[in-house]
């Protein structure tokens, strides 16, 4: 079984221990139950869910485990389950808005901390997310290879779409800042300006894409300003 404890903050004395049922593995294709139903990329969605910390409302907790299929709900005073849910989809749990905790990966889900009712659903318009998104004020901030999807947290529904910037290519793993939004990539920190924000030159980025299609003398003169 894996667990879930709350501990004093003063003395580190564990006030209460839960425990949740593990993923049980026999092989990949079948995993303990010897029926094949999608049984690979269950699994692999389950293992691809980084060490998330738990989130705490107001009187429960609400964990997505690395190990388990599914996520559970323990109350804040004496660790019982609440509720639980199998969802594989769940590779990051974003916060939480209006009362549901936002989960999210191919599909992106509001759950009611309550009961675990879903309240609603978004899809990615048939793409993936592209590492992890971000969160605040009530909005979602969803990277796929091929634009960024801004989506109400409260309602579930698209607010705009965003294509990269060519130049860049797309980002992940955002972090929502004062500023504006931070993403990486496999060669970049960048940071994203709000909307209407005048487009900024990048001479490196453009020198590089020049030369990618054999415009040298046009790459030099592009990378020496």
Known sequence: ????????AFTGEAVWVSGYPRMGLANMEYAASGVLD???????KIIARGPASPVVAEDVVIL????????YAFNRTGGRVR???????????LGLCEGNVLLADDEVRAVD????RVAWKYSLQ???LY??????????YLPTAS???????????????????????PLGNLVVTSRGILGVNEEQVVQMAPAGAPRIELPLEEARALAAQGKMEEASARYAA
Request: net charge positive; hydrophobic share 35%.
């Open 126 to 128: 048939g793409e993936r």
């Open 113 to 116: 901390v309550d009961t675990g």
């Open 83 to 93: 509720w639980s849910r199998e969802i594989e989809d769940a590779r990051y749990i």
């Open 64 to 71: 997505a485990p690395k190990d388990a299929a599914g996520v």
């Open 131 to 140: 590492g992890r998104p971000g969160y605040a004020g009530g909005t979602l």
């Open 147 to 169: 634009s960024l999807q801004i989506v109400d947290a409260r309602t579930g529904k698209l607010c705009s779409n965003h294509p990269w910037d060519a130049r860049l290519g």
């Open 38 to 44: 999608k049984m690979r990329e269950r699994v692999l």
């Open 1 to 8: 079984m894996g667990s879930l404890s709350a501990l004093n």
